[in-house]
């Protein structure tokens, strides 16, 4: 929120990106421009490199070659503390969760907070619980141990703790992936209502079509190693590429895209 | 950028009845403010200012204790008011208060108390009399399926036991071997400066052959087999109940029984006997190469004299104890594996306890025969 010029400094910034697993190429001079404050959806196929791209831009593993910039800090020879700098500015929701499973929920979420703030314990559980209940989980599940937790409660608590400092960009891996239509609704409503309130840039990897038209401003498909189209669904719609026209063309494309007209 | 240190959030008293705040309220900037807030005293009755436009950035963090202490002036004065908060940071507040007052609305969680002395020890009871209870109906059903598997011997999984005799047998052969050729030379050394103060060196042979077949081999082998079968049990069947395997494994009309625990038993009911012959031979070597260093026996006269001794019964005694300690290291570790329930950290914990529960009903069940055997006179 206190970034010199919020407007001017992309979110995410990747160009002549590459990746190998030995011989196997995931991405070939992939390029990628993700802008502050907008709701950006990865999606592509199994196996496409979507998640291998989130674990590069989120530091947790490192290209062959091509630079990333994460809010304007470059991850190539990034030192220690630049890192641990730069990961208190997000926050990053794992597909099953990534909740410790000795802590308690108010515990998992405060996490954040205790490790990197001087804040007093009450205080810390008192943020925790407040962004328990703006994810929208009951008081109650403070208390408890993930194990104890649904799949869709999970979610949220995860969500929850990538929300405990405050991140200036937001990355959530299948947010909506496993849950019933009421409780992936309610996901999408909390998304917005993120942005619109923090201002955040929110990264998410998703297959959910409703998702992608109800609430992403731009949507890439990454297919064959590369971004085959950049834009807003209805832009998308246009394109002829067949990575891409799997979204539109088929029952559920259909249907997901007459839902929002 | 966030990360130039923040300058700390502060609040200065600029009239009575104004307040000045400055610096950034967020995460890394508030520090201790918020006990510093709690202490200010104001009088009742009267209204508050709060100057806000010197705040330069606010988070939900500051935000939250900006609430918190609007509240509180808003409960003690009557009246309490924010001035010249920049308009971004006003919504960031108007959200805190939404979602306060919904807080509140749903009743606050309680405080899980800690049990005092009596309440726990009751539990801890509780728990231990459940567990026994459920190992008995584990024992219980493993032995009515090992019972089917004798009655139709076609059912028998021949598979699982032979890799089972392989990884818990045949791997385990140089640990058991090299450490009872270690305890033999061991109890050899010690008994050497006895027995040559009476120039009684030959009852090396005695002290050895006696000690390594009726008791050492037998118990290392089970202890060194608790330790590297019984934990991988635990953690092979822990880990495939918290992914779900062992229920997708009953769906599919395989009885998690009879897929994974009685190759293991029957898998160690054969390794373990054989293991303890193995240990039985080397810790008997290791005694010899030692009387013939330390005491000077040679090797024809220790085997002589080991002949003469040590009878067949001793030797079978110590076999004897192989399999009841196999049942106690499978049964013991299986159970574990399929108490596990959550996640990574039940897994290690279930690990743990099959690990010490096996090492000490091994010892407890040797103990039991020392006393069985002295009263037959064995």
């Known amino acids: ?261 | 950028m966030t990360q130039t240190p923040a300058t700390a959030a502060r609040f200065t008293r600029t009239k009575p009845l104004e307040l000045a705040l400055s610096g950034s309220w967020t995460v890394r900037g508030i520090g201790r403010i918020d006990s510093e807030l709690e202490t200010l005293a104001v009088p009742s009755g009267v209204a508050v200012v709060i100057d806000a436009s010197r705040i330069d950035a606010f988070d939900s963090a500051g935000a939250w204790i900006v609430h918190k202490l609007l509240h509180r002036l808003h409960g003690a004065s009557g009246q309490a008011e924010i001035r010249d908060l920049r308009p971004e940071f006003v919504r960031l507040l108007d959200v805190v208060g939404q979602e306060i007052a919904q807080q509140a609305s749903t009743s606050p969680p309680d405080a899980v108390k800690p049990l005092n002395k009596l309440e726990s020890l009751g539990r801890g009871t509780a728990d231990a009399l459940e567990q026994g209870v459920a190992l008995l109906a584990f024992v219980g059903e493993s032995s009515l399926a090992l019972s089917g598997w004798i009655a139709h011997p076609a059912r028998i999984r021949w598979r699982p036991i032979l890799y089972n005799i392989r990884s818990a047998g045949f791997d385990a052969l140089p640990i058991v071997g090299l450490l009872s050729f270690l305890l033999g030379v061991v109890v050899a050394y010690q008994g050497a400066d006895q027995l040559r103060q009476y120039g009684a060196n030959i009852f090396v042979a005695d002290l050895v052959g006696l000690s390594m077949l009726r008791e050492f081999a037998p118990l290392i082998t089970a202890i060194i087999v608790a330790g590297r079968s019984g934990s991988a049990y635990a953690a092979q069947i822990g880990s495939m109940a918290v992914s779900e395997e062992i229920d997708a494994m009953r769906t599919i009309g395989i009885a998690p029984l009879e897929m994974l625990v009685l190759p293991k038993v029957i898998a160690l009911f054969i390794a373990l006997p054989l293991l303890t012959v193995f240990a039985d031979v080397l810790g008997v070597f290791g005694g010899m190469i030692m009387a013939r260093a330390q005491l000077a026996v040679s090797y024809p006269e220790f085997l002589d004299r080991f002949a003469k001794t040590v009878s067949v019964t001793a030797y079978l005694i110590g076999i004897s104890k192989a399999p009841v300690f196999a049942a106690i290291i499978v049964t013991v570790g299986c159970f574990q594996g399929f108490r596990t329930h959550g996640g990574a950290d039940s897994v290690g914990l279930q690990t743990t306890r099959s690990v010490v529960q096996s090492i000490f009903l091994v010892i407890v069940a040797d103990a039991l025969f020392s006393v069985a055997f002295s009263a037959l006179d064995l």
């Open chain 1, 1 to 261: 929120m206190n970034e010199p010029s919020p407007e001017t400094t992309p979110a995410i910034e990747i160009s002549q990106l590459t990746t190998r697993f030995g011989d196997h190429v995931v991405h070939a001079d992939l390029d990628l421009l993700v802008h502050p404050t907008e709701i950006f959806a990865l999606v592509g196929g199994s196996g496409s490199g979507k998640s291998t791209l989130l674990r590069e831009i989120i530091l947790l593993q490192q290209p062959a070659s091509g630079s990333i910039k994460v809010l304007g800090v470059d991850l190539e020879n990034i030192s220690d503390p630049a890192a641990l700098a730069l990961r208190q500015r997000w926050g990053v929701m794992f597909q099953s969760g990534g909740l410790f499973g000795s802590l308690t929920i108010r515990e998992n979420v405060g996490l954040p907070l205790r490790e990197h703030s001087g804040l007093a314990d009450p205080l810390i559980d008192e943020i925790a619980d407040w962004k328990l209940a703006m994810t929208g989980l009951e008081p109650s599940v403070g208390a408890k141990y993930p194990s104890e937790l649904s799949g869709g409660m999970m979610k949220r608590a995860s969500l929850a703790r990538a929300l405990a400092l405050d991140p200036e960009l937001l990355f959530l891996d299948e947010p909506t992936a496993g849950l019933d239509p009421e409780s992936a609704e309610e996901i999408d409503r909390l998304i917005k209502k993120l942005r619109d309130l923090f201002g955040l840039g929110i990264v998410i990897i998703t297959h959910d079509l409703d998702l992608l038209w109800q609430i992403a401003d731009r949507v890439g498909v990454l297919a064959d190693g590369k971004m085959q189209g950049i834009g807003s669904m209805s832009e998308l719609a246009q394109l002829d590429h067949p990575a891409v026209r799997k979204f539109f063309d088929g029952p559920r494309g259909r249907a997901a895209q007459s839902g929002v007209k």
